[in-house]
């Protein structure tokens, strides 16, 4: 157990319609990552947040927001779905401080899976 | 830009084996880490091992064991007398020089790893 919680785990929606993930990262871990992992493009940085902010942007989608709340909880927004957002959305989290005691690796949550029909 | 090459998909052996898992990366930082995750069947991303560039010595846990060249860029991953659990995917990853706030990992396409009895 990682420490990261992802919900849902599955979801299973339509064309056009609009999801939101949720993520409670460790305790005391100030950044949360946003993975899109799909069969043909692997696993792809989507967003950043740290303590809140946005630190870092990957290959996110315009359709696609999140933000981290002041508990450090993050939410991922996907809108105006397509058959191809389809694939496994995962959290990951890390740096419990910002020193040199953060070790570098990220910790995963076990992931939503997202079904668009 | 920072890249991870995972030249092999997929590799078959039978229990017992020893198998060698490739990792080749790029980047212009003087200062990087480098990481294999464990994505087994269930799903969940599992943190094996964490590399810094600074740090060339071959690392062994168990049946694992880690060979980091900066000479070749590779950081390849074997394991030894496999067995049936080690069936999953493997991912390699590479990281800027963290801080506190960064530790955005760029990732390889992963390998497949099937180990038959």
């Known amino acids: 157990d990682s420490g990261v919680t992802q919900t849902p785990k599955h979801l299973i929606t339509a064309t056009g319609q609009r999801v939101t993930l949720r993520c409670s990262p460790r305790s005391g871990d100030l950044s949360v990552y946003w993975y899109q992992q799909s069969l043909d493009q692997g696993l792809q940085f989507l967003i950043q947040?740290?303590?809140?902010?946005?630190?870092a942007k990957g290959n996110i989608l315009e359709r696609f927001s999140a933000q981290q709340f002041p508990d450090l909880h993050s939410e991922l927004n996907l809108s105006s779905l397509e058959l191809g957002d389809s694939a496994l959305y995962f959290c990951?989290?890390?740096?419990?401080?910002?020193?040199?005691?953060?070790?570098?690796?990220?910790?995963f949550g076990e992931g939503s899976r997202l079904t668009v029909l | 830009a920072q890249k991870v090459t995972q030249a092999q998909t997929e590799i078959s052996v039978v229990e017992k084996e020893d198998v060698t898992l490739d990792c080749v990366y790029e980047t212009r930082d003087t200062t990087y880490y480098l990481f294999w995750y464990k994505q087994p069947p269930s799903g969940e991303l599992v943190f094996l091992i964490r590399?810094?560039?600074?740090?060339?010595q071959n690392e062994i846990s168990g049946r694992y064991s880690w060979n980091f060249q900066k000479s070749t860029s590779s950081f390849n991953f074997t394991i030894t007398a496999s067995q049936v659990v080690d069936s999953a995917v493997y991912f390699c990853a590479l990281s800027e020089a963290l801080t506190g706030a960064n530790s955005k990992l760029t990732f390889g396409k992963g390998i497949t790893l099937s180990v038959r009895p």
């Open positions: 947040y740290y303590n809140g902010e946005e630190r």
């Open positions: 590399r810094n560039s600074f740090d060339e």
């Open positions: 990951a989290s890390s740096a419990r401080t910002s020193g040199i005691s953060n070790t570098g690796e990220l910790f």
